[in-house]
Nanobody
């Protein structure tokens, strides 16, 4: 099994920045032995979980329109770590943020149903 643990959430004012971190452990070979896809999702109270950003094993990335230009997803394969740099935060970015992963190609890195492994989330709160 692959374990994903997020950290880095917190409370910031509008316009501020946060960097989320997701560390993968356990049977990470299930991801790294071939192609894989990792992503960040978020869920606000009363709303559906939505994709925020994704990255594949080749370094290709994709973003939701609402965060494009403000958020950056990147990875450090030597540390089995995924990051999400969030700048110019807005109140509407407030949500629980989850890290997710699956083996294989990134068919749709914003589709939660495609991901097999999930972390427990880290809360981001942005005050206006």
């Amino acid at each position: 099994h692959v374990q994903l643990v997020e950290s880095g959430g917190g409370s910031v004012q509008s316009g501020g920045s946060l960097r989320l971190t997701c560390v993968a452990s356990g049977d990470t070979y299930k991801l790294t032995d071939s192609r894989y896809c990792m992503g960040w999702f978020r869920q606000a109270p009363g709303k559906d979980r939505e994709g925020v950003a994704g990255i594949d094993s080749g370094g290709g990335t994709g973003y939701a329109g609402s965060v494009k230009g403000r958020f950056t997803i990147y990875q450090d394969n030597t540390k089995n770590t995924l990051y999400l740099q969030m700048n110019a935060l807005k109140a509407e970015d407030t949500a629980m943020y989850y890290c997710a992963a699956h083996a294989g190609y990134c068919q749709n890195w914003l589709a939660a149903r495609d991901f097999d492994y999930w972390g427990r989330g880290t809360q981001v709160t942005v005050s206006s």
